[in-house]
């Protein structure tokens, strides 16, 4: 099952709570066409097909075939530097036998 890191888990908080959802509403992370990559969205409820992972205030939706490709993974969040040169942060997936895998969900 994914897991979370403590980073990505406040970073889940801060924008559900930023966007307002209501309780019960979370990240949705999708892999429509897995060849492309996963789709990061915010979501009021999960669909009825989805895996829900909950823990300390924070909820997140896999889609079935993202639950599938991320069964071994972790989800973090790393810092990123645009190209105007300012750090951002971005949400990553690694392999669960990092060293920095965190709580799971």
Request: no cysteine; proline share 6%; glycine share 8%.
């Amino acid at each position: 099952m994914l897991a979370i890191t403590d980073t990505a888990a406040e970073a889940i908080k801060s924008l559900t709570t930023d966007a307002e959802l209501p309780d019960g509403g979370g990240l949705r992370i999708a892999a429509t066409d897995p060849e492309q990559g996963l789709e990061l969205s915010l979501a009021a409820q999960a669909d009825q097909s989805d895996t829900v992972l909950t823990g300390e205030g924070l909820n997140v939706f896999l889609e079935p075939m993202a639950a599938e490709v991320l069964d071994d993974k972790v989800l973090d969040v790393q810092p990123f530097t645009n190209e105007q040169g300012q750090e951002e942060l971005r949400f990553a997936i690694g392999p669960q036998d990092a060293p920095e895998a965190g709580a799971q969900a």
